[in-house]
């Protein structure tokens, strides 16, 4: 797609990923859960320090066109993709594709051999067209809220980094 980079994460992407997080929520996801779970699962209102911190704390990869953030991924050092989430405005055009191929790549770097992900029933469709398979349907508690998703894996080939002990 024209001018869409992928990048790491930047501790200065706070802002621009907590608004990308909200809008595809309040925006896309609320197709398929209620008024009450879409405002548990994203409220109005985020602690910036916190959010900054898990952001950090994972591999997180940012989508960028024409230089504004529209989206962002990342994975977990136990193999977890934790986030995936596009700005409404530009769904539909391969940003999450293009994220998550970023993602298994750079976890198969790590030396990961499966990539995990907790799929919401608006993301599942697009993780089986990356290859996802469901292993498991799950109910999460969120702030009272209960939000059906599935737990959904796929392999990835290590591609180098060094070798592993024993
Ligand atoms: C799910 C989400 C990340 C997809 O982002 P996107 O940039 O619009 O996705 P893409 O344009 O890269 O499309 C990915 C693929 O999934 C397919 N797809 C997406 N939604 C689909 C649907 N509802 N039904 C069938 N296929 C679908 C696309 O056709 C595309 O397939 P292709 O690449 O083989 O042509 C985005 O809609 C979103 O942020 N949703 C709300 C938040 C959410 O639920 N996040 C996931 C938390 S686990």
Redesign the pocket.
Known sequence: MRDLLIRRYEVADAADTWRVFHA??HG??SRDYTPEQILAWAPPSVDEARWQARRSAAHTYVACLDETVV?FSDFTDDGLLD????HPD?????????LVTRIIHEASAAGHQRLR????L??R??FE??GFTVDATRLVEVRGQRLR?FAMSIAVKPTGGPPRMP
């Open positions: 595809a929520v896309t996801a989206g986030m995936l989430f596009v530009a769904g539909g055009r391969g940003v999450a594709r293009a992900v907790h799929a919401s608006t993301a469709p697009a067209r990356f998703n």
